[in-house]
Structure formats: C-alpha cells, structure tokens
C-alpha cells in the first residue's frame, strides 16, 4: 500500500507529528496566558462552557479564542482565565477570588450547579502554550500522572456522599532553554494536580460582602485566611509548595461544594534538560504509554491472520474451481457428448442475465455506490495524511476539517460513479440520479446534525453550533459539494457505458431455489464478522478517542488496518457472489453490496457493548451517542458496500470474458 509502510508504522509509534505551529519562546518574567477550554464527562457525552459554573472570571470577563471550523464542531471553547503566571516565577498559596457556590446540600433540595458538575464527573481542560494539563493525584503512596481526559472539578466523599470541590491547584509547568537564546525558554509540560481545601477566611477590608448571590464572582478577592496550611501562611520564614501531606493532615477538611468559597494556586517552574520542544506532545499521544505497541501490532497480526486465511480459502476454492470451470466452458464438446446432448450447468448459465440492471431501484444502487466511492476516497486521503502528520493535534480541529474539506471535494467522484453507473443500467432520470446523490446522504447527515443540535442546545452544551457556523456548512454543502457533484455527473454521462464482454437477453431467466446459506441473512452475518474482526481492536480505540476524550494518534497502524478491511470485504464478497452465480442466481448487484456493507451493521451492534462503559444514564445521552454511532455506521455500510459491488463487477467481467459464448 505504501513504499514508506516501515517509516510511518514507526512514526505512528513514536506520535511524529508536523507541528503546524512556530515555537514561542519566553523571557523570564514573561506573561504565560493559561486558558480554559469546554468542561467533558463520561457520564453525559455532553461537554459545557467552562463559565456555565461560578468559577473565577478574569478582568472584563472571559474572552474567546479565535476559532475554527473543527473547534467548533468539535465543541471546543477556549476562553481566557483569571490565573496570572510569568515565566520562571514560582508562586504560592496565590489567592485568585472568593465565589460564592450557592446552596448546601440538602435532602429533598435541588443541588446546585457545581455539585451537579461533580456527581456528573465533569472534568476541567486547561491549556498553556497550546498542550493540554495533564492530571496529577496523589495518595497516601502513590502518585499518578494522566495525560488524557483533564482534571475533575471536584470529587465525592466515599463516607458522606457529599459533593467537594477542588479549589486549589498545583500548576507544575516545566521548560525546556533554549539553546540558541540562553535568556529564553519554552513551555514543554504543563500539569495540575487538584486539591480541596477549606479554608476559613475573611474577606479584606475591600470586600463589599453584601447579598452575594449564587452564581455570582468577586475577581481578585483577597482574603485573610484564619487556619491558613504551611504553603498559604503569610508568618511563616520560608516559602514552600502546597504539598499533598499538608493538606491531608489531620484536622484538615476539604471544601463542600456550596457557600463562599477561597480559590488559590502554586505555580512551580522546572527546567527539563531532556525534553525537547518537538517532542513535548509524544506523551500525549501515547497517553504515557498506557497503550503499548504491542496491542496495535498483536491486532494487526490478528487481522493478517484473517486475510491470509480468507485468501487461502479464495485460492483453493474460487481459483481451483474456475480453472476447471474454463477448461469444461472453453473446450469443444465431443460427438458423443453432443450426441448424450449433455446439459450445461454452473455460473455459465446465467451470461445471458449477469449484466442485467439490479431488479429493484437502480437509481438508488448508482446513488449508494456513487455515495460509497466519495466516503472510501475521503476515508483513504484523512488516513494518509493523519499518517504522514499533516493533521496535527496541536492544530485543535484539523482533523475534523480535512475530513469535512476531503469529502466535500469528494463529491465530484461521486457524481461520476452514480453517473456511470445509471447510465450502465440505462437509466433515463439522470437529473433525479444526480440530486439524490448531492443531498441524499449529506441531506441525512444535516438532519441529524440539526437534530442533535437541539439536544445539545437544549442541555446548554457547548457542542451546540453557533448559527454562523451553520452557514458554514450550509455553504460547503450548497456552495462547492453540490456544484462537485454535478460537475462529476456531467463527465460521466458524457462516458460511454460499462462495456460488458457478454450481451443480456430480453427475458429473464428463472432462478432456482436457493440453499438457506445463501440466504440474505445468513451471507449478511457471514459477510460482515470477518472484516469487523480485522478491526475491531483498532475501532475500541477509536471509540475511546471520541467518546472518552483519549488521544488517537497511531494512524500508520490505522491505515494498515484499513488496507486490510477493505481488502476482506472485497474477498469475502467475491466469495459469496461466486456462490450466488454456481447457483444460478443473477441478483448480485444489491446482495454483494449488502454483504460488503454488513460490517457497518456489526459496528452499530457493538456501539451497544460500547455503551456500557460510558455509565451514561441520561435521554439526551441515549439520542447524542446512537445517533452519531447510527450515522457513522451508514457511512461505513455505504463505503464497504462500494469495495463489494466495485470489486464483485470487475470478477463477474473477469471470468465471463474469460469462456466462449454460442
């Protein structure tokens, strides 16, 4: 499939990337603007605004970033925050702002929103310096660093069952000096470790402590801490980190999330001599190693596994047989066997009926497979270039971008692939081909992403998309697919039809009984398990990539994968139309395509094992994941039921050019 096949399996091993961006450097004591990103959890699939809780604000109020397509289809919102660092300078105990959190809980009393945050495991997704914070916990003996999903709001007492929130944070932010500036350094590692602390305060003399109200921030409030630990305690000689032992010493309790509450933070500069700026997203994408290579190579190996074995069984089945098949077709029949007038039987019977048009719609067999060939194409580009690390995740919605651009583009292959193919089956409604085509499956896809905007608006999620992007898409759609389509349609009338090697009669022939393993639900079960087990392994990662906000990055494994889907489907389908045709059944156009798409019916029905380890338990939930998963699963029947039909088409032409016909 690719020259570079060793390269970029061990790029995708060691997460190479092309960064996209130039390196800043810092001078000491330079502002390092730390922002906030959307609020994830695994429970709702539903991410919020980082500001939808009464955290602190900055001066003016948050400001967003600047964002593109990707971000926001992705949900991002990445908005400024109220932390004030400066390169090199260690701070600590920093007080930020005195909030208030609202009402305690109570039985038979509706939480308030920080503590329904809690219970529904929301995370925080902080950034510096474009890399994400990592997740810092510590206990009585361990300490353990997570490089995916952020850090938890807050977290519940095991013995209470009480909601507390984390209102303090180590920001640990190590960097690398630059060697051709020795004044000046870049941010290579940024970590948080959250702590809860009560702190019993009084505000300054500044505070204006009237009636505040839930929801409500007092920014930069400064307090006088009454039970003040080691780190916060202005008397003290020496200045010292917040420490785990600290807060956890006897006497000491955390902060309940509700009534005023003191937020504060450290911040510690380390110097990492050994971790280069080019390499500060490797533990990323490797989420620290928590997936070893070895599982992507064992599953790889499992799926080469598959396709030696369905290859073998092709080589002894289908090219033994029709080696046979053409000498018994292709030789001249003898005195005595014309005199015995010996009957004829096999795939040779049906030349006369092979090339017929598909008995039902085959306006809608061209549309789906003009459909098919723009996701393969598409699917095929996004893969190769996430592999060769054009698709960069520090460029926060890249991906999700070339897949949007790739497809659009895509829609002028689809036009010529519906268009040949109609025009194959001699159809005459070509304009009604050619607008199914442009907003058939686009057109669903709009109306689910319309539908779960709802649900998102309707939950105050931030995956709900402003109106302007709307225009966006509604433009990619209108404005350059549809036009793409057409112009691809056009080409393609102007083609001559399929040529096939033999002529189709003016009546049909009549079709035996078939055997029940040549039913269509038992070719779908067949068809479909051996190329969703070449890739299973590979989808679980995936899933876990969109639906539990880990980090995919090994796209040279993934696009080994793919050959090899792609290339099972293909097989197994052949193998299954060889059947079909020996017994005498013609209708292989919308089986073979059925029996390549089959695999996107096994990945719907292990969306539903999937589910269980979200612990999601909300409708909004239920309508977000398995409309999506339904979605994706549409497109992956269409895709591999292109590879099946495509590839049953080139063997059918194949094998009955290959016999002498009367």
Known sequence: MRSLLAVLLLQGVQGFYLPGVNPY????????????????????LLPVDYYRLPFCQPDGGPKMDHENLGEFLAGDRIESSPYRLKMKVDMYCEQLCITNLGRGEQKGVSPNKMVRAIRKNYHNNWIVDNIPSASKVEDDTTVTTRFWQGFPVGFIASDTKKAYVHNHVNIEIQYHSVETEPDKARVVRFMVEPFSIKHDFEASADDDDDALEEGTVKPYKVADIQNPIESCNPKLAGKEHTRYEMVYTRGREPQPASGRVLFTYDVTWTENKALHWAS???????????????VHWLSIANSLVIVVVLSAMIAAILVRNLRRDFNRYNRLATDEEKAEDMEEFGWKLVHADVFRPPSFSPLLMAVCCGTGAQLLCMAILTILFSAMGFLSPSNRGALIMAQLLLYVLMGSIAGYITARLYKTFKGKSWQKATACVAFGFPGITFALFVVMNIVALSQSSSDAVPPLTMFVLLFLWFGISTPLVFFGAYFGYKQEAIEFPVNTSSIPRQIPDQPWFMGLLFTLAVGGILPFGACFVELYFILASVWMDQYYYVFAFLLLVFAILVITAAEITVLFNYFQLCG????????????????????????????KQLEANSFATYVLYFGYMGLASLGLFLMTGFVGAATCLWFNKTIFGSIKID
Not at 25 to 44: A, C, H, I, P
Not at 280 to 294: C, E, F, G, Q, T
Not at 586 to 601: C, K, L
């Open 25 to 44: 450097s810092f001078s000491e004591g330079e502002v390092v603007k730390l922002k906030v990103n959307k609020m994830t959890s695994q429970k709702t």
């Open 280 to 294: 500060r997203w490797d533990v990323y994408l490797s989420m620290d190693n928590a997936i070893p290579a070895k």
């Open 584 to 611: 005498e059944n013609y209708h292989w156009w919308w089986r073979s395509f059925s029996t390549g798409g089959s695999t996107g019916i096994y990945v719907f029905l292990y969306s539903f094992v999937y589910f």
